[in-house]
Nanobody, 113 residues
């Protein structure tokens, strides 16, 4: 059974940092792309960052220069380092494993002004 478990969310002041983790089990992790999405209240889910099996990355424009996605294949884990957080980054952040389109349950990030 494939499982994705996110952690690391919480409450932080604007300008602060958080690191999210997504640990994947039940699948050959090293092959597939993994992405972080987020969904703010009243808004559609959006792609935040994506990393391929070869560790190529891409980001939505609003987080470029502030967020960094990385992966540790030995630990079956993908990270999202988030710096210089803004109130508009407040959302539930979800991890997605593209091969098979598996999703985690999400972790809430709240940025106070």
């Amino acid at each position: 059974q494939v499982q994705l478990v996110e952690s690391g969310g919480g409450l932080v002041q604007a300008g602060g940092s958080l690191t999210l983790s997504c640990t994947v089990s039940g699948i050959i992790f090293a092959i597939g792309p993994v992405a972080w999405y987020r969904q703010a209240p009243g808004k559609e889910r959006e792609l935040v960052a994506r990393i391929t099996g070869g560790s190529s990355t891409n980001y939505v424009d609003s987080v470029k220069g502030r967020f960094t996605i990385s992966r540790d294949n030995a630990a079956n884990t993908v990270y999202l380092q988030m710096n210089s957080l803004k109130p508009e980054d407040t959302a539930v952040y979800y991890c997605n494993y593209a091969l098979g389109n598996y999703w985690g349950k999400g972790t809430l990030v709240t940025v106070s002004s």
